[in-house]
């Protein structure tokens, strides 16, 4: 019988809370397993396929809270404002949770699941590009853009890159005014 109170939502809970302490590295069912104060085989009740699964599960997991901690920000935004918000949730998101972050899967694998997980991801960057006018193969450069951006600062934040004295969230004002102005100007972008 399973132990009360543990579930598959709350082994992913054990698994990125080992995460955020350790990082991905330290993820293994006997750690996700002491830290829910069961044997290692309690683990299989809930998530069978061992630690691959819970690993897709974890990913799955952060590339949804991601994806709802940017839909939140940009909620009630457009265009410009939009972009604002959406850099500085992705920076935050990334400098709140540095290794759970650095273990979000940049590339989905064929799962089904995480595959959804990233397209929902993807689709809050179109929602923010449509204040441009920014459709089909442009959207998807601009979107390419805009994650790249959005990425290369966090990534680049939480490894502690940026060691010159100068404030980083005004480092993240003016590479957002870059952008934008660069969106304002995209090819088939419409005025404000």
Known sequence: MARAGLSPTAVVDHALDLI??????????AAVAARAGVATPSLYKHVAGGLPELRRLVAVRTVDDLTDHLAAAVLGHSRDGAVAALLAAYA????????????????PDPDPELTAAGERLVNVLFAVLR????????AVHAARTLRATAHGFASLTTAGAFQLAEDTDLTLERLTRV??????????????
Do not use: H, I, K, M
């Open 20 to 29: 955020d302490a350790q990082g991905a590295e330290a993820l293994t069912l």
């Open 92 to 107: 935050e998101y990334a400098t709140r949770f540095p290794r759970r972050y650095a273990a979000l899967p940049q590339a």
């Open 131 to 138: 204040g441009y006018g920014l459709e089909g193969s442009e």
């Open 179 to 192: 952008l934008v102005d660069g969106l304002a100007g995209w090819p088939g972008a419409r005025g404000a």
